[in-house]
């Protein structure tokens, strides 16, 4: 599939509710020069709706320390509220004060 048809498939799938699905999409544009900025941010979300922070984490903290990306308030955010939910307050704190 090609990666734009891949993007919109994905999106569509995220949009529909079908998270296993844009989930496999999106992981398969991370390297990709046209949408490795984007679908980080995709995933991120769906792990945070799956509920999954751990991989929420594993995914979020290096966007963090790597990009320059207009969504990085909106990661950090995630990042603190995974923080939050696995009940580790004080590095919750200091993702929340980056929104």
């Given at each position: 599939m090609l990666p734009s048809a891949n993007y919109y498939y994905s999106h569509i799938a995220y949009l529909e509710k079908n998270y296993e699905a844009a989930l496999k999409g999106f992981k398969q544009l991370e390297n990709n020069e046209t949408f490795k900025n984007i679908a980080p941010f995709y995933i991120v979300q769906i792990y945070y709706i799956q509920?999954?922070?751990e991989e929420l984490l594993k995914t979020a903290l290096p966007i963090l320390d790597n990009e320059k990306s207009k969504k990085i308030p909106d990661i950090a955010r995630l990042v603190g509220?995974?923080?939050f939910k696995t009940g580790k307050y004080k590095e919750a704190l200091l993702y929340f004060g980056n929104v």
């Open positions: 509920g999954d922070y509220e995974a923080y």
